[in-house]
């Protein structure tokens, strides 16, 4: 996966809708942190369970997966691992906030706020709690 700043405007899809990006962690890069609404938490955590713009493969938790010690490669030819206790998302989360400000998340943001301690921007929060899902994302 690949990282972009919140608040910047999402490129990762050429030709995707218009989008501020929230969520595109890397753990190379620092975060901000904090206490996230549990009813956010709970909406993130249930739109990530059915993603949007799924993708082949997966993304495993790059926070996770440096605590699994060793990490077992099952096939090298397509380098996928064997991580059972790491999460993993393979898709996105679209959301249109009231003033049609739409938001595109990795599906792992639910986690990223769950186990991480990540804190999404205000706008974000406020369009979990009380935006839609992005018409004609899928």
Same mark, same amino acid.
């Given at each position: 996966? @690949?990282?972009?700043?919140? =608040?910047?405007? $999402?490129d &990762?899809?050429?030709g995707?809708p218009?989008?501020? %990006?929230?969520g595109?962690?890397?753990s190379s890069?620092?975060f901000?942190?904090?206490? !996230?609404p549990? /009813?956010?938490? /709970? ?6 369970a059915?993603p949007?713009r799924?993708m082949?493969?997966y993304? &495993?938790c790059q926070f !996770?997966?440096? %605590? ?6 099952? #096939?090298?030819?397509?380098? =996928? &691992?064997? +991580?059972? /206790?790491? +999460? #993993? ?6 959301? @249109?906030?009231v003033?049609g400000?739409?938001?595109a ?9 769950e186990?991480?301690? $990540?804190?999404p ?5 406020? +369009? %979990?709690? @009380?935006?839609?899902p992005?018409?004609?994302? %899928?």
């Amino acid at each position: 996966m @690949t990282h972009i700043p919140d =608040l910047a405007p $999402y490129d &990762y899809h050429p030709g995707a809708p218009d989008a501020i %990006a929230i969520g595109w962690l890397d753990s190379s890069m620092p975060f901000p942190t904090g206490a !996230c609404p549990q /009813d956010v938490r /709970d909406r993130l955590v249930s739109l990530g369970a059915k993603p949007v713009r799924l993708m082949r493969g997966y993304h &495993y938790c790059q926070f !996770c997966q440096a %605590a699994v010690e060793p990490q077992r490669v099952i #096939r090298a030819d397509i380098r =996928l &691992y064997e +991580a059972p /206790d790491v +999460a #993993r998302g393979n898709g996105e989360i679209w959301l @249109t906030g009231v003033d049609g400000t739409n938001f595109a998340a990795p599906a792992l943001i639910g986690h990223y706020v769950e186990e991480h301690r $990540y804190l999404p921007p205000d706008g974000f929060i406020e +369009a %979990a709690r @009380t935006g839609v899902p992005t018409p004609g994302v %899928a």
